[in-house]
């Protein structure tokens, strides 16, 4: 059963689902992977969990993992008919100003997060940050509607839903990392009807944006041998330094080497890459933590070997996320052959 790699981002980025709010994306999720798996559930935190079993006595294995959850709000008071909010995630005060948005009420209520114009600003003010707590919402609703129509506790996201972009690119908002879930739909297609010595574990991750608190509980329930994370990465802009980040959009999926991912699996999905003509970049991270849910993946328990794939992608955490469909596609054959190489269920 094919489905439209594009098709499923846009469906899974046009549901409002910022972390801790994640029901509407996961119930949808879940259906797309239903054709692929023998079993899929949604457990207590809200992860969709999938099962392919290779039908081996005591199988190794295999969770691929991604997170469902995208950047949002959450609404704590009425000022005069303007919503006050705080983040759900790494919202940037940078590049939300004059952003419309969407509160998840029923039916859903849109706004326009307020912004002076620069004609009545001080010239300081105008060469200055915003911080998100001078920042409200503007729902053009009196003070007694919006306070009886928006209670404090409901979330938002920004609007928009997802295009097609220049050379095959895609922008939109929640990009980060629902193409990271369109991919290992992808890639349980690829492997379809192939026969392999590991069970193939799926996880669309909750609350990564807040934590990783979903991938923490799902990988200690799931208890895999192995696991490789897809989330999205940062590539080179104009605006870039060249310390930052070498990494190009559309030159297929960055695997990154460091004392975070484990070195054995690490190399492994670097060979798979090469073996297999699969268009793949190198990334270092040689100090902090990956910034993904292997952050949690690799501690549970006693360890999980993991490893980490990297969507490059400009504009993160913004309404304009930007990524190429080519990398989506490099990703999902990268973890198809991952899986693929595991014979007895031994990294090889």
């Given at each position: 059963m094919?489905?439209d790699?594009?098709?499923?981002?846009v469906?899974?980025?046009e549901?409002?689902?910022?972390a801790?709010?994640?029901?509407?994306?996961?119930?949808?999720?879940k259906?797309l992977?239903?054709?692929y798996?023998?079993?899929?559930?949604?457990?207590?935190?809200?992860?969709?969990?999938?099962?392919?079993?290779?039908?081996?006595?005591?199988?190794?294995?295999?969770?691929?993992d991604?997170?469902?959850?995208?950047?949002?709000?959450?609404?704590?008071?009425v000022?005069?008919?303007?919503?006050?909010f705080?983040?759900?995630?790494?919202?940037?005060?940078?590049v939300i100003p004059a952003?419309?948005?969407t509160?998840?009420?029923?039916p859903?209520i849109?706004?326009?997060?307020?912004?002076?114009?620069p004609?009545?600003?001080?010239?300081?003010?105008?060469?200055?940050?915003?911080?998100?707590?001078?920042l409200?919402?503007?729902?053009?609703?009196s003070?007694d509607?919006?306070?009886?129509?928006?209670?404090?506790?409901?979330?938002?996201v920004?609007?928009?839903g997802?295009?097609?972009f220049?050379?095959?690119?895609?922008?939109?908002?929640?990009?980060?990392?629902?193409?990271?879930?369109?991919?290992?739909?992808?890639?349980?297609?690829?492997?379809?009807?192939?026969?392999?010595?590991?069970?193939?574990?799926?996880?669309?991750?909750?609350?990564?944006e807040?934590?990783s608190?979903g991938?923490?509980t799902?990988?200690?329930?799931?208890s895999?041998?192995?696991?490789?994370?897809?989330?999205?990465d940062h590539?080179?802009?104009?605006?870039?330094?060249?310390?930052?980040?070498?990494m190009?959009?559309?030159?297929?999926?960055?695997?990154?080497?460091?004392?975070?991912?484990?070195?054995k699996?690490?190399?492994?999905?670097?060979?798979?890459?090469?073996?297999?003509?699969?268009k793949?970049?190198?990334?270092?991270?040689?100090e902090?933590?990956?910034g993904?849910?292997?952050?949690?993946?690799?501690?549970s328990?006693?360890?999980?070997?993991?490893?980490v794939?990297?969507?490059?992608?400009?504009?993160?955490h913004?309404?304009n996320?930007?990524?190429?469909?080519?990398?989506?596609?490099?990703?999902?054959?990268?973890?198809?052959?991952?899986?693929?190489?595991?014979?007895?269920?031994?990294?090889?």
């Open positions: 094919k489905q790699v594009k098709e499923i981002i469906q899974l980025c549901i409002p689902g910022p801790g709010f994640e029901e509407k994306v996961a119930l949808h999720t259906t992977l239903e054709p798996v023998d079993e899929a559930w949604i457990d207590v935190p809200g992860n969709v969990i999938g099962v392919r079993k290779c039908g081996r006595e005591n199988a190794k294995k295999l969770l691929f991604a997170h469902i959850d995208e950047i949002g709000f959450v609404v704590t008071g000022e005069e008919g303007f919503l006050r705080s983040k759900l995630g790494g919202f940037d005060a940078r952003t419309c948005v509160i998840c009420t029923e859903q849109h706004g326009v997060i307020s912004v002076l114009p004609h009545i600003l001080k010239k300081e003010d105008t060469e200055s940050n915003f911080k998100l707590e001078d409200f919402i503007d729902v053009g609703l003070h509607e919006a306070t009886r129509l928006i209670s404090p506790g409901t979330h938002g920004v609007m928009g997802v295009q097609s220049g050379d095959n690119l895609i922008r939109g908002k929640a990009i980060d990392d629902r193409a990271g879930v369109a991919a290992i739909i992808r890639c349980l297609e690829l492997l379809d009807g192939v026969e392999l010595d590991v069970d193939i574990y799926v996880m669309a991750s909750v609350q990564e807040v934590g608190r991938a923490a799902g990988t200690y329930a799931i895999p041998d192995y696991c490789v994370v897809i989330d999205v590539v080179k802009t104009p605006d870039t330094k060249p310390s930052e980040t070498i190009e959009l559309g030159s297929g999926v960055i695997v990154t080497r460091g004392p975070n991912m484990n070195p699996l690490t190399e492994a999905v670097i060979k798979a890459a090469k073996e297999n003509d699969v793949h970049q190198i990334n270092v991270n040689a902090s933590n990956s993904t849910n292997a952050r949690a993946i690799q501690i328990k006693s360890g999980v070997a993991t490893a794939l990297g969507l490059p992608m400009k504009y993160m913004s309404a996320e930007v990524a190429s469909l080519d990398d989506v596609e490099s990703a999902a054959k990268l973890l198809s052959h991952v899986a693929k190489a595991m014979r007895g269920g031994v990294i090889s």
